[in-house]
């Protein structure tokens, strides 16, 4: 037993991680139960390596690999998922427990002569389809990239640093959650929530009635304001107290920075041990080793892309903050000639409010989280021909989650399976919106016939309170599309492998690709129209509303390309070659690429990195650019749908084709081929720009 074992942690069923099917006893599973399963798999995979290095011939080789990789990564992917979840001592715990043992056998066999020779000569031996030849060199890289060349103190050093990243990451994710949980506000006076949307209201009062203030009501408080998105976001946008926005934006800005739940050492380190391990396998900087396995073809490239993305967007940016402090200075705001980051939002917002005549308060009621989510179900069936059928006897993590099975119009049977956990659990729940691949598809594992991929959506968007049910900002409905768009790459996926199937095999900087194209369905004038109903009335949002909504798409368009080119501009800059491994320089360094982006400046106390898990506890390490790379594919695949003019035959035969062309292939066949096959063409940058209301100034095909 280890010292960090409890009860929760001991004696664990390893079965219920490793089901050999698509449907697990989420219900059931305990952190014991993961600390079992991981046991069971280093064993086989020990035996399995122990076979390989000493010879033994593998007959079915890449079969007995596959179900090797589809172990493990079961034991990850439950693992992460229950963390992010169900947060908790013992949760964590387990996880200080396994994750050690797995990073230590993985660097052995990513570094394994024999395990690479055994790859590499099947390879050789060539007669391969083009999806098992792709395979196969995503496998030899992989390999490389982990160091199967190196020797001696090199070899050993790797796996050390490859052991201190995966625990200092996981820290990472820790210690933000923990600081993010760490402060509140009680508000007791109406002054103080002067702006506020009711629903905020309706969330905070309730939040204060669970934390020792019972009679507190959404007309009279008191309401707890704290740090979670729901809450906090809306406090940016619309709270009249200035004071209350500093606040609340100064310790967003801060999570993870202070005393005791600090992440500057940590995020340095991760830094360091990085750039190490870059250097270690022949890379002068991380940003070169994370471009190796990205579609972009290397870092000038996607240079290019942001630098002319930012100049054909910096005149507007800097005519969006003039425009803004106008506005602030005909209402006689101190702010128009002292503006700061915490006036960003809510002034854009008052801007809003004036210039398409809509605010939060007019939109929420329109967009309940069921019907949303029945009208986002209808506009896959329409363009994917599959649908979403609800499977309450389906075992779930928490009863907030809602479980589906995946039906193709052409079947009756269920060809996939669905998990939505929407709902905000501030104290065991991690902030933002993933999806989580759970059972990957796969040919030879599913027996008979094919298993059935399962997948979850996770958000936190605010609950359901009293007789109300939860209402949705316009954002965290394009939220929900984009993690739809991530679960039907994966639900939909026709490869037979299932490192091919789905996002997996996949260039990182392609998986936002079908998300992205999917969000952009919440701006289709007949899919917003379907979608959006008066959550008491039944009433349908008017045409005139509709016209507004859609043209507010493009507000301030400028400056948010110029926000999201400035986070691929921090990430590179903390990645590159830095001339001191310190808090104070990376934070410098940081503060500097934001400066040389924005239209406001950042405050010098500014630690967002602190809380940047994006770059320090997940995939997009060297890797934020992704989103602006994808962002081009997608708004250019959805163009062809618009040049359609609204034809929903032609659009339903255009969607078939998306499924077929760049869904169903997963990561068997390479994204760009994918999208060229899909446009005809390679990529155009035009279209993002367009949809963000930017002149195509010096803007080229991509």
Known sequence: MSEQSTPETVGGDAGKVLVAGSLLPFGEIVPADLIAATSVVLADGEALLARLEGGAPESALMDT?????DRIDRVY??????QGTCDSDAWRAAWAEVQPKLTEFLSRW???RAVFDAIDA???AGGHSPERA????????????SGVALEGTDRDRFRAIQAELAQ???GFAQTALDARK?????LTQAAEVDGMPANWRRITAAAARAHGHPDATPEDGPWRVSLDHPVAGPVLSHATDRALREQVRRLWLRVGADDPHNNSDTLVRILELRREQAQLLGFDTYIDLSMARKMAGGRHRVEALIDQVVDAARAGGQADLVHLKALAAEAGAPEATDWQVWDDRFWAERDRETRVGLTDDDLRPFFAFEPVLDGLFALVERLFGVRFEARPELSVWHPDVRAFAMVDDTSADDQAYLYVDAFARPETKRAGAWMMPLVGRSRQLGGDSARRPAAAICCNQAPPVDDTPSLMSFRQVTTLFHEMGHALHHLLSEADDVRQAGVAGVEWDAVELPSMFLECWVYHRPTLGRLARHYQTGAPLSDDTIDRLIAARAHLGASMLLAQASYTRLDFAVHDSLDAFTPEHVHAVGLEAIRSTRTTPPLAEDRMLCSFSHLFAGGYAAGYYSYMWAGVLARDAFAAFTELNGDADAEAALGRRWRSEVLAPGGSVHPMDLFQSFRGRGPDVRPLLAWYGVAPTQAEAT
Do not use: K
Request: aromatic share 6%; glycine share 6%.
């Open 77 to 82: 992917s439950i693992g992460h998922q229950y």
């Open 65 to 69: 690999l596959e179900q090797h990789h």
């Open 122 to 124: 099947l390879r050789a």
């Open 110 to 112: 990513g570094q394994s």
């Open 182 to 186: 760490s402060w509140s506000r009680i």
């Open 134 to 145: 792709r395979l196969l060199d995503a496998m030899v890289l992989e390999m490389r990239l």
């Open 168 to 170: 200092r990451s996981t």
